[in-house]
């Protein structure tokens, strides 16, 4: 009865406040929706949002880079172009990676081919100290069928991310034909999902608790609102006194 009472106060609230009540059933969308993603983020992994610099971010920002063939197989990483920025301290880091190259016409280089790219952190679309400097990728193919290359970076420290690491590799030596010398590949990757940064069970769970309070509140604003609406539009009565 109790119900039912409410239910046509709302009907009557409807009928000469719909701005009212349509705030009502906005914020009892929200609630539910508060709701839902409490429980989401309590069973699901979650990206961390405060981490805007991970491996895949950096491997993804190379995929519009051309990958050549050296003219030698090593190139002295000191010879690079300095930066007119205080030198900032470099570090290296070798590690197997998705990284995937072809030429135009769909041809992969064959396994142990090494490509190189110098390029910088502004090119990168990284931000922070050190983007001026150059930065030395050595790519050596290890598996063109699994897509797999093992890649060497030479660059500042702080644009190296500090996230998880890929499995490191050793990039040995080979020799190239010298038909190939020179020749280019487009650079292509996917996103890994085991190099995303996510958060940890204490954030989800911290994450959710605090949607759940905000629910409740909504909830509770939500039921305000309907006793409101029984007390101040009550049903109207016809001529016999009955609803």
Sequence with gaps: MVTCSLLGSLRV?????PPLVTFFFCLLSLAVACVGFSAYIQSHEVQNPDINKDWNSLLKSLAHLMFCIPNKTHEDVSSLSPSTTPAEPRATVTVLVGLTFDLHNGTYPPNGTHLTLTTSGTELGVKGPGTQESIYLLAAIMNSVSHESC??????SSLIPKTRLPPKCVIT???MHLEQLGVCYQSHYQDNPALASMLDQVDRTLCSQRLLMTSAFLFCLCAMLCCAAGLFYPLPRDKWGQI
Excluded: D, F, G, K
């Design 13 to 17: 609230c409807l009928q000469r406040h």
């Design 151 to 156: 890649l060497s970076i030479t660059a500042p």
């Design 173 to 175: 030596e080979t020799s």
